[in-house]
């Protein structure tokens, strides 16, 4: 069975910088999109930030372009998410997501995405 485990997640300063990881088990993932997607409360899940399987080809909300980086360790089956400058509208859940197939209609919509990880918090404070 597919499984994503997100870590590092916690608690930084206003301008802060957190590490996110998150790892992949279950299948080979060096085909796959795998992306970053996170919710506040009351607010909708929004995609944050996409890979695909070659490593090489990336995207990026708006909202964090610029500030954030995504990527993938050597095997590919662990996914990062550098977050710099962090501000409090970054607060937010983050979740690990990857889709059933190697295609993918659309990375940025959630509904693409078939796995997720259990999520790990992230609070900036000012």
């Known amino acids: 069975q597919v499984q994503l485990v997100e870590s590092g997640g916690g608690m930084v300063q206003a301008g802060g910088s957190l590490r996110l990881s998150c790892a992949a088990s279950g299948r080979p993932f060096s085909s796959y999109v795998m992306g970053w997607f996170r919710q506040a409360p009351g607010k909708e899940r929004e995609f944050v930030a996409a890979i695909r399987g070659s490593g090489t080809i990336t995207y990026y909300a708006d909202s964090v372009k610029g500030r954030f980086t995504i990527s993938r360790d050597g095997a590919k089956n662990t996914v990062y998410l550098q977050m710099n400058t962090l501000t409090a509208d970054d607060t937010a859940g983050y979740y690990c997501?990857?889709?059933?197939?190697?295609?993918?209609?659309?990375?940025?919509?959630?509904?693409?995405?078939?796995?997720w990880g259990q999520g790990t918090q992230v609070t900036v404070s000012s």
């Open positions: 997501a990857a889709p059933r197939s190697s295609y993918i209609s659309s990375i940025y919509n959630p509904e693409s995405y078939d796995y």
